[in-house]
């Protein structure tokens, strides 16, 4: 029909809405997920398919999906893998908590007073500019090798990612509420922590919530040195020693720990904050 559309057309439409920014069905959301996933699968088992010389990649450098899936009881059993994840667990919360700590207070107090930022200003720059890495001789210069170095160096690198985010969370509360709350008689102290604080508190949490994952990144910089637990050390040691295997293996529970605990983190933020959208 001259300027309208065939029922093909509008049944292709609504299986496959290709429209700029036009929302899909859930289901053709998992669809499209999940194949970049099994592409990625069945490319891998292609490149490593056959006996070793016959590979296009060798196995020295990237092992079959079987026989990475094939190593995970030497990884369990003889190697302790739920024991190294609880370390590395732990770390990433201790050190994250200790983060959260200062950059809550730092960052809420630079985003509602002048002064203050100015104070806090320049170390935020000089730290945001500071590659994450070149923190890892920093700390141990300061803290030695222990485990003070490795949740100190986590708390570093947690607080240079929060502190930006808090300070633009309390950046972007209207000041119309802060009108509002001084027309009504509140003082200083109660415009931010009745107003400021808890406006911006969603966005507070949802910055915490990308930081514990991204701490996930860094857990393996923080057990480069002198480790004698955790995944990081699992890495570094199958590098060394072998098997390649369980190098994937690891980088795939780190992946699979991550994407849980963000899920927990919805779970909450759904419950704190049920007007809100948690995706």
């Given at each position: 029909m001259p300027g309208g559309t065939t029922l093909l057309e509008q049944a292709v439409s609504a299986l496959w809405p290709w429209r700029i920014r036009q929302p899909i069905h859930r289901s053709w959301?998992?669809?499209?997920?999940?194949?970049?996933?099994?592409?990625?699968?069945?490319?891998?088992?292609?490149l490593t398919r056959g006996e070793a010389e016959e590979r296009v990649i060798s196995p020295v450098i990237l092992p079959s999906p079987f026989e990475v899936v094939g190593s995970f009881h030497s990884l369990w059993f003889d190697r302790a893998f739920s024991r190294s994840a609880v370390t590395?667990?732990?770390?990433?919360?201790?050190?994250?908590?200790?983060?959260?700590a200062v950059a809550l207070p730092v960052g809420i107090g630079m985003g509602s007073f002048e002064p203050v930022r100015a104070m806090f200003r320049p170390m935020a720059l000089l730290f945001g500019y500071l590659p994450i890495p070149a923190i890892v001789p920093l700390t141990l210069s300061l803290f030695g090798i222990g485990e003070l170095q490795k949740v100190m160096f986590l708390a570093i690198a947690f607080f240079v990612y929060l502190l930006p985010l808090v300070v633009k969370a309390i950046d972007d509360v209207d000041s119309v509420y802060l009108q509002t709350a001084f027309t009504l008689g509140a003082s200083v102290a109660q415009a931010v922590y009745k107003v400021l604080v808890p406006i911006a508190w969603p966005d507070i949490f949802q910055a915490m919530r990308n930081g514990f994952g991204v701490g996930w990144g860094y857990i393996l910089l923080a057990e480069m040195v002198a480790a004698e637990q955790g995944l990081g050390n699992l890495i570094i040691v199958s590098q060394r020693r072998g098997p390649r295997e369980h190098i994937y293996l690891v980088l795939i529970a780190i992946t699979l720990i991550a994407f849980g605990t963000d899920r927990l983190w919805a779970r909450a933020g759904r419950w704190l904050f049920p007007y809100r959208e948690m995706v």
């Open positions: 959301g998992w669809v499209l997920g999940v194949l970049p996933i099994l592409l990625a699968l069945a490319l891998w088992a292609a590395s667990f732990v770390r990433v919360v201790v050190g994250f908590t200790i983060g959260v």
